[in-house]
């Protein structure tokens, strides 16, 4: 039985025919460059304090500046897709993205390191939420299909920046900066495929800002689209205090850089199997709560293996927090599964990653004070255990399987 509902009411006809094999090769690519600029920072964060004389409050504002751009960058993203398009909108951040990532390397200034990295999460922000609305508008099958490559892609490339930063620095004279550098240069690959697919929808004259208007009230009115924020915002803060935190904590347990960076990559490398799978999970499956609340109890164990035995199996901790991540492709597939209309798909992805990444951002920066004052890791385990329950507690409202779009009708309009 499916969690997914009847929907014949559902709007997926694309403002222009595009190639299948187009479509998921553009989502491949671009999916797989949407994570490495933020999670490559964190196994050479040492390395870059030191190169620009940066401080520990600031490194914490490094640690929390995807979570913050994301958020920020992302509540525009609706608003630019209607009125340049959903594709245009798409191209104009993959083109942020490559400056700011190629751009901030070349720079000895925090300030000015900070502002292009920030220009960087900007375009990544903007894709956060408009490649799902895209997806929707361009499938056949609801999204399951694009949306389970866009999952498995998101997190290949997180684990890709984890595993590859410190490797490339060795290896290389320019240390951090050709660690940091080379993604800018592979993200050029990802604006391939969407040029000629820009062409398309200008000609078509159509795209999101034109789709028929949807009757739906304010998403804080749909409890299945609160669930979703908040769910996202606690698997996000972990996710982005993983990438920014976890390299130390094993690095401050004895563990090289080299080993830490491996030891995130194996983490986040597992979420591209919760990437494949849940999106077919969810479309298939009639009850998700066992899912979610598994992960979070997965969560719960893996922080407790790093507070009592970080150095002993480290490799079992970052397993276990690797599975509790499976938590990250399936909020994303939700976003798809739970509505009808491709412009409540964008508005309800304009709503649940903003928000929740703005809720994430405040985990770094917590972890950071916190990791400044008392010099050890107790506190913020604890607190990211607690995190776990919550995880599983709000996770089994979003099992429930219900449209947004139903949630909405006959509210007044936003």
Known sequence: MSTRPSDPGSTRNPSHVVAPWLAVLAIIILSVNLRPGASSLGPVLEELRSALGMGGATAGVVTALPGLCFGAFGLLAVGLARRIGLTAGIVLSIVALILGLSLRVLTGSVGLFLVLTALALAGMAVCNVLVPAWIKLHSRDGGVLLMTFY?????????LGSLLAAPIGDASSYGWRAALGVWGVVALIALLPWVPMLGGERRSRRGLSRARPTQVGRLVASPTAVALMLLFGIQSMNAYVQFGWLPQIYRDAGLSAVHAGALVALLTSLGIVGGLVMPTVIDRSDNLGPWLVTMGALSVSGYLGLLLAPATLPWLWAVLLGLAGFAFPTTIALITARTRDAQVTARLSGFVQPVGYIMAAIGPMVVGMIYGAT????????????????????????????????????????
């Open 375 to 414: 010099g050890g890791w107790t506190i913020v385990l604890s607190l990211l255990m607690a995190s776990g329950v919550a995880l599983a507690l709000i996770g089994l409202r979003v099992a429930r399987p219900v449209f947004v779009d139903d949630e909405l009708v006959d509210r007044p309009q936003s």
């Open 151 to 159: 999952g498995a892609g998101l997190t290949l490339g997180g684990a």
